[in-house]
């Protein structure tokens, strides 16, 4: 079973946070006391199994003290054994990884690192408001490995405005050169409520277009398999046996229990959320939202988008079935088009996306999508 902590400390404004703790260490100590209420709350919905993963995620939990750390530590242990070769991440900003952070960290028992650095390109550091610089980034990632932490993914974005192929090239080279097994590569996307989405609606940002997105992609793709990484989702690359265990769950439709503001869970067959803003949430008990028991389409459609986006592609047995049950045709045709059109390979009773139709999955998902 795994464990998602959403933890939505950060320094100044951003699109998905609207506490600021740099100097208000009492709302922080809320936020976790919070936390942990809920993790109290939740003891039984992963029925007592052994956690596999812990993943500190959302805003900025690098703003975590030893102390906070302890606590949430302490409430887990209380509720759920623990793996002892359980797979604990921790997101977190390059600046905030210095000696001592990652010595004490590493005390904890976290032994993965997910670190934002985007790019090693100044000019793109400023562009999308980031605090830290090239030089932050690569000091980061050699403090981790000198407290032995050697689980180390970091996530880069490409399809940036005026970024050239040789700039990318760059920041792809400087990725693989610094030892890290794991690197998440995302397209530049523009939120309505960020910065650059109030740019673009004043006509002020201009995205790249598609086929300059898919040419970076490609780009990104050939350059990090070309140096051992494994593009095991359309967006994340690894070295042998570096995988995210945590993200792995989700592709594979495991049982997780997510814990925080606008955190979801899932048990296989219902899904909930709890509340976003994170007062109403510090002042709720059980911070639950909304839940929704999943229909068969659901849990099918939720399949097929997450899978066709992974290296094991969609078991075409468990498809058919599926299709039949609900008395829908299955969708051999467009399967066979995919194949021809060099979209997609059959191997072993699974369809596999491959070359173009990895920059189509979304769309080529919601074709077949039951509705």
Known sequence: MHLYLHI????????????????????????????????????????????????????????????DLDTIFNTIRSFHPIANDAEITLEANPEDLTPAYCEMIASKGINRLSIGIQSFQEKNLVLMNRNHQASDSIQAIQNAQKVGINNISIDLIYG?????????????????????????????????????????????????????????????RDYLESKGYEGYETSNFAKEGHYSVHNTSYWQQEPYLGIGPSAHSFNGHTRQWNVANNAKYIASGLALAEKEELSPADQLNEYLMVRLRTKWGIDLNYVRESFEKMGHPYPEKEFQ???????????????????????????????????
């Open 160 to 220: 940036i405005p005026a970024n050239s192929e040789v700039e990318l090239a760059e920041d792809l080279k400087n990725a693989t050169s610094l030892g890290v097994q794991h690197i998440s590569a995302y397209s530049l996307t523009v939120e309505p409520k960020t910065v650059f989405g109030v740019q673009k609606k004043k006509g002020a940002f201009q995205e790249i277009p598609d086929s300059a997105m898919a040419n970076a992609f490609t780009q990104v």
């Open 337 to 371: 088009i995919w194949v021809s059109q060099g979209f997609a390979r059959i191997e072993n009773d699974s369809l596999i996306l491959e070359g173009e139709g990895k920059l189509i999955a979304d769309r080529l998902s919601s074709d077949i999508f039951v509705v």
């Open 8 to 67: 939505p400390f950060c320094r100044q404004a951003c699109h998905y946070c609207d506490f600021h703790f740099s100097t208000n260490t009492s709302r922080k100590e809320e936020m976790v006391n919070a936390l942990c209420r809920e993790i109290v709350a939740q003891k039984d919905y992963l029925q007592g199994a052994e956690l596999q993963t812990i993943y500190f995620g959302g805003g900025t939990p690098s703003l975590l003290s030893s102390t």
